[in-house]
């Protein structure tokens, strides 16, 4: 059962490196569901064959974090978002167990490295048809990457996550080269390997990934060495030098390689204009409005619009993400998040210091070998932790599935690297261990089941939305309907059913069947609403159907709210010259329009603007002023 479970659990991780490469769930689902059921398999086991012992304290402030995260995650005010977060905590919880126990043999956790590197093969070969034109390239049919083109992002939506997941695989491949127990054809190809990924790292032109790709070989250098100091001293000389021609030679030829391309995007997006500043400001913002908790999980989506930076430019479209892991989570989980995160990194970085320095002063002496499967993947482990905590200053990857899981595998590693010694034994903590298995189950269960009662109604939607691109709209309804009848809690889908129902509404249409289509999507509309009352989007959907209806007053209402959920967008400012149009009000409408027109934040191009309803107006008004001059006329006349 172990192996089987081990087994399922590899099949995970490939299936979640395939297609969990965006922050949405939609196509996690099936990845989440393999690790879930490998999870559970693995606590039905019950005794797991573990070869070495864990890091008591390691495994506690993970279970202390998770546990915040996850009751915070369940007291967060929108539903729908914090699923997105407690899904990928549950599989990082439990790929990091699966990691610690059933994986604790070297050559299953080898087994990980070579799913990495195929996942690896798949994004540089999806990242080569990016680069030959195919830049919407998507691995499921229907689908299309939605980044602009100019740099590959393989599986991947965003280019700077295929980025992390390269430099994790980069690293770790380079510790097991040098030092775990393979053939020396296996050593070339990873060789080889290792210089397609560096590559590939540069075609992505990701600044900041360059830059903690940097920061972790340079610590993977520095521990490397001092490995080798405190054990074969006299093969010191030699490893630096080698190490000093080739970094330097690899260096100044991938440099030479992409140098065109840096240099195109540092003119396209220089560092000092760089638009992270203010996204930055409203995060900060955000947490100083709950600094203890923060305002629950993945609530940026709605905060950084209302505490949009005033000096940001008004053509910065909105960022769903603060670009920063770190301020990130102090906007939704606050100091007291960060403080757990932080003990989680510093027990796992001591545990993984503890092993290096145990193994130059006792397993080398014991066995006088340097080739350890276990100092690979400790030593790739530190590293690869270091570059994406490094990246993850200026990125979000963080939150997408692959790439936590992977982090979560690291920090397993670490957790329990292979330390055998009697006199270094860890510390136990009473009952944490059943704990550990009992929460593990929940969690496996949890993701077992979130796939099939979130998973199937995500997959109805995201089928709705490729069939009206098509034009088949009743088709779309019909999923639509379903969507949302098995997932009644999710706002989203409730949106986009009262759109849907909107859209349907044709010229011609009989007035029983146009009012009862409009009481539906006020009723969809008005339960999104209730279920996200921080969506200016929301309220600006449900106050145009309002006044479809005839609800002027609820109409007003709603907008109201949208300007308070979005003070510095035109979007709402345009609802309300647009609702006191219809109205008739035209003196208060100009005066609508015109404050739209002084708005920090504008409507993308292509999107209707104040200019073109402002010239609408005047039309109007130039109309009824020429039918006033008609029949005043007419009055005369007579």
Known sequence: MQKLALTLFLLGLFVTGLLGTETRLLFFWPGCALIGLAGGLAVLRWKLRVLFRPSDVCLLTVLLLSAYVGWRAWASPVEVYAREDAAVLLACFVAYLMTVTAASHPKWRLGIVCVLLVLAAGNLTAGWLNFKGRWDFHLVPGFSRAFEPGRIGGFFNNPNHLAAFLSFTVLLSSSVMLFARIH??????????????????????????????????????????????????????????????????????????????????????????????????????????????????????????????LESSPQLPDSLFAHNEYLQMLADYGWAGMVLMALVLITHFANGFRFLRWFAAEKFLATGRLVSNSLALALGGIAALVATLVHAAFEFHGHVPAIAILGAIVLGVLANPGTESETLKPRRVWGLRFLMKVVMLFA???????????????????????????????????????????????????????????????PGMKKEAYLRTLDRSVIELSRAVALNPFSYKYQLALADALDASGKHDLALEAIQKALIQAPLYEEPRLALGMHLHRLGKFEEAEFAYIWARDAKALNRQGLTNWQDNHRQLLRHTAILAERQRKALQDAQSR
């Not at 140098?259 to 638009?275: A, C, H, I, N, T």
């Open 184 to 309: 020396i054809a296996s050593r070339l190809l990873l060789g080889f390997g290792i210089l397609a990924m560096l590559a590939g790292v540069g075609l992505t032109l990701s600044r900041g990934a360059m830059l903690g790709i940097g920061v972790g070989g340079v610590v993977f250098i520095l521990l490397a060495l001092t490995v080798v100091w405190q054990t074969r001293r006299p093969l010191f000389k030699w490893l630096l030098l080698g190490v000093l021609v080739i970094v330097g030679g690899l260096g100044g030829a991938l440099y030479k390689v992409n140098e065109e391309s840096l240099v195109k995007r540092q003119l396209g997006s220089p560092l000092s204009e760089d638009v992270r500043i203010h996204i930055w400001r409203a995060a900060l913002a955000q947490n100083a409005e709950s600094p203890v908790t923060g305002a629950g999980s993945r609530m940026f989506y709605e905060e950084g619009i209302r505490l949009r930076d």
């Open 444 to 506: 496996s269960t949890a993701m077992i089941a979130g796939a099939v009662v979130f998973g199937v109604p995500d997959a109805q939607a995201a089928m709705a939305r490729l069939q009206a691109k098509r034009g088949e709209n009743e088709l779309a309804l019909r999923n639509l309907d379903r969507a949302t009848e098995s997932d009644p809690r999710n706002a989203e889908l409730a949106y986009q059913h009262g759109l849907a129902l909107v859209d349907s509404i044709k």
